[in-house]
């Protein structure tokens, strides 16, 4: 693991994302202006109806700490421009809407209130801004006219713009532990935008210079703290350069990150679960994605799956936060996390009767399933030992065989815990 990182981050491993804007009330994911090219005088219907009277950060917050998450990420300001706390060099903001409260300070408050550290995801692409050039993501890439306007757009003046924000929201929120920048594409072929557009270098030191110790991920198009796997799970620690680097798989309930009304292609808890865990087991974090409706709830279903997810947490928590990966390796359809001299082994695949851990004969003192502390029976097959009528053998010399009930724990996904008699193996910072 990097030395560099706050270490908290390592350490709290599972964070709530939180994406609401104008978005949120159009229902239709949060890429609505740019997937039905809308301009912004037909995106204007969002911002003066925006009354999200059900809104409540304290909720949201309590709702992150009960699933067992330690951190939480709000955007700021999503692609469509549209800043969510009372930015002062623009009018296109939540306190000129029919709301007309700052979201950003109550979500700041309240987040620190109940005790989970504060991130801000803010927003590099701007589709509102008069400066901000039409490129190949622009809503307005189809229209030539916007496209000949650029010549009269000073980009120069955006970056600014932008500059201008970050400084303004690190400044006047308190102690920021986190900021998602969202995102760079140099190499788009109808027009990109990457480091030097962005002026990331000097927008990544006064991030620094503002929030020492700030956690920041790598959207700028330079390396900084953490990388972002989107929407997929990495199945082996991640590299950059060939270097083991810290991650975080960024991951939503539905496939949207924004409300998305109709959209029913939920992710079950116990997958959730078993994302979690497999994040930990490769060295990573994970941050799941919640899209509070226009009213500034979170729905129905991502309730459920938050109380779900919270349920296991309650019983599974230090298999998670404070665990990393193991340097064992984990036999077929179990992933190991490991905190100091506990290995948990997360069955993924329940088996019938025998579990096989190589390597692990004579280096485990005690053996419990971790939700209900009971004790898990452990035998030593001597190696070479072959199967017979019944009994279990033929595994290689090393092998730890646990003894399991034939029913699984009625959790989303059981953990045993192995109370290893020396820590050679563990990989921890
Ligand atoms: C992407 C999308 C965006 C979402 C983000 C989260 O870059 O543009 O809508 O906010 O990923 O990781």
Not at 102 to 124: I, K, N, P, Q
């Amino acid at each position: 693991m990097s030395t560099s990182i706050a270490p908290w981050f390592e350490h709290d491993r599972f964070g709530m994302f939180i994406h609401f804007g104008l978005y949120s009330a159009a229902a239709r994911h949060e890429w609505v202006k740019n997937r039905e090219e809308l301009t912004t005088a037909e995106y204007q219907r969002y911002f003066d109806h925006f009354d999200p009277d059900l809104a409540d950060p304290a909720d949201w917050a309590a709702q992150a700490k009960a699933a067992g998450m330690r951190y939480v990420v709000l955007t700021t300001k999503h692609h469509d421009g549209f800043c969510l706390w009372d930015a002062s060099n623009t009018d296109y903001k939540i306190t000129n809407t029919p709301y007309g409260k700052d979201l950003v300070r109550a979500y700041a408050e309240a987040a620190r209130e109940a005790g989970l550290r504060v991130g801000f995801y803010h927003s590099l692409i701007d589709w509102h801004h008069p400066d901000f050039t039409v490129d190949g993501y622009h809503p307005q890439r189809g229209d030539s006219a916007a496209r000949e306007a650029n010549a009269g757009r000073d980009f120069g003046r955006y970056v600014d713009y932008l500059h201008a924000q970050v400084r303004e929201l690190l400044t006047d929120y308190g102690r920021i532990d986190y900021l998602f920048y969202d995102f760079s594409y140099p190499g788009h072929p109808e027009g990109g935008k990457g480091r030097a557009d962005w002026r990331s270098e000097e927008l990544l030191a006064l991030t620094r210079q503002l929030q020492p110790g700030i956690v920041v991920n790598d959207r700028l198009d330079i390396p900084a703290d953490i990388v972002t796997p989107e929407q997929y799970q990495p199945v082996s620690p991640m590299l950059r350069d060939g270097e083991e680097v810290p991650w975080e798989a960024c991951q939503t309930t539905n496939g949207s990150w924004g409300y998305d009304r109709d959209n029913h292609d939920h992710k079950s808890p116990d997958l959730i679960v078993r994302m979690l865990a497999n994040s930990v087991s490769n060295g990573g974090n994970m941050l799941l994605n919640v899209g509070p409706n226009g009213r500034g709830e979170f729905d129905p279903t991502d309730r459920h799956i938050l109380r779900e997810v919270g349920d296991w947490m309650r019983l599974h928590e230090r298999a998670i936060i404070g665990a990393g990966p193991s340097a064992y390796v984990a036999p077929a359809d179990c992933h190991y996390t490991q905190a100091g001299n506990r290995l948990y082994v997360h069955v993924f695949a329940w088996p019938m009767g025998h579990l096989h851990l190589p390597d692990l004969a004579g280096k485990v003192s005690y053996a419990q399933l971790l939700h209900d502390g009971s004790e898990i029976n452990r035998v030593v097959h001597e190696a070479g030992t072959e199967g017979l009528t019944t009994q279990p053998g033929g595994q290689p010399a090393g092998t730890l065989t646990l003894e399991l009930p034939m029913r699984a724990p009625s959790v989303a996904l059981p953990v045993i815990e192995l109370f290893l008699t020396d820590q050679r193996n563990e990989v921890q910072p």
